[in-house]
């Protein structure tokens, strides 16, 4: 929001190069000011940014008068530099609007212009605890469940989904996968779903586009103890090609860096040269180097070569090639050949 300072802006305010810097200089200012205002400026934070700042309060000692009059320094230079406009732009703008077309018109062309906003019911998700949330979606529809996991951080959503009936868990996946444009009705559902259950405020929400194979891959990427494979293994009997998709996107070309030496090694040896050359045309140069630094000089060696001789590709070629050293990588990890890491930060075969 406009008026109050988000904790990026607290952590600008970084005096001289011997003086508090980042977080602590933003909880020295906090703790100068009342204790109203600083509960103001916590509440719009994010729970991290609440919990980041809330530890640099108790991390401050020792502050001499130096060190705060340096932070006020320098917050008063990036007052000056700010500007009024855009400061409660709504009420103004809304009453441009009502002048210029009056009030019915303006509300057909605000009701069009107007900047989605995030649900207050929605954000609050963010500040229950997985059980909580968990106990939640277990006593509601499928849809409803996948509706709450779209919206939560892909690690807390992880943590909620294994809460969950093992039975109901790929169900649910399944569903935010295939969730796209979520309506009004929708939201205004969960919100009252959330203010039953969690005694908070809901309000009114638009529509929202959350959800998709990307997302519920992000949530299966940060489960743990096998469970991501459970599921894909479920939900191959339901939709192949959407578990497909999913797995697709839980473990992508440049999760190669990620790879061990013994184990990237191990994966160069199973990859024809004609495939691995596509498939590095179009790779970071970071990831290529590494790649071929775990062949031999001379098998690198060709392989550069065969990449300079193919000259320009289509990226769907690349793309392809790159697809293709993914499917062998995973038939490898499944045989136990090779380990690959990456998900939930650990290494899963």
């Known amino acids: 929001m406009a008026e109050t300072a988000s904790l990026e802006e607290l952590e600008a305010l970084d005096p001289t190069p011997t003086g508090p810097t980042g ?38 000692v020792d502050v001499s008068a130096n060190d705060v009059d340096s932070v ?9 530099a700010r500007t009024t406009i855009g400061f ?17 018109r303006a509300e057909t062309v605000l009701a069009r212009i107007t900047p989605a906003t995030r649900s207050r019911a929605l954000d609050a998700l963010r500040w229950m605890d997985a059980r909580t949330i968990a106990a939640i979606c ?11 996991l779209a919206h939560l951080e892909p690690p807390a959503a992880a943590d909620v989904l294994q809460l969950l009936p093992q039975d109901r868990q790929p169900d649910i996946i399944y569903r935010v996968a295939r969730l796209d444009t979520v309506t009004a009705e929708a939201i205004e559902e969960l919100e009252e779903i959330l203010a039953r259950e969690s005694s ?12 998709g194979a990307t997302e519920a891959a992000k949530i299966m990427t940060n489960t ?25 996107e839980m473990f992508v070309f440049d999760d190669l860096a990620k790879l ?5 090694a191990a994966l160069m040896q199973a990859i024809d ?46 793309l392809e090639a790159q697809k293709q050293v993914l499917v062998i990588a995973r038939r490898l990890a499944d045989a136990g050949t090779i380990q690959l890491a990456g998900r939930g930060g650990e290494d899963y075969v």
């Open 23 to 60: 977080s602590a200089a933003a909880a020295i200012f906090l703790m100068t000011l009342g204790d109203a205002e600083a509960a103001e400026i916590l509440s719009h934070l994010d729970p991290h940014e609440v919990q980041q700042l809330g530890s640099a309060m108790f991390d401050v």
């Open 72 to 80: 006020f320094d320098l917050f008063m230079t990036k007052v000056r």
């Open 88 to 104: 409660g732009a709504t009420p103004r703008i809304r009453a441009v609007m009502e002048h210029a077309l009056g009030q019915e």
């Open 138 to 148: 277990e006593a509601e529809h499928p849809q409803i469940a996948a509706l709450v």
């Open 200 to 211: 908070k405020v809901a309000a009114a929400a638009p529509a929202t586009v959350r959800g």
């Open 224 to 248: 743990k103890g096998g469970t991501d494979q459970r599921i894909i293994r479920s939900l191959n009997k339901v939709d192949k090609a959407m578990a497909q998709k999913i797995e697709d």
């Open 260 to 264: 061990s030496a013994k184990n990237l």
């Open 273 to 318: 040269g004609e495939l691995l050359a596509p498939a590095l045309k179009g790779a970071d140069p970071a990831l290529r180097d590494k790649m071929l630094a775990s062949m031999s000089s001379r098998a690198a060696d060709t392989v550069r070569d065969e990449i300079e001789e193919r000259g320009p590709m289509r990226l769907a070629e690349v």
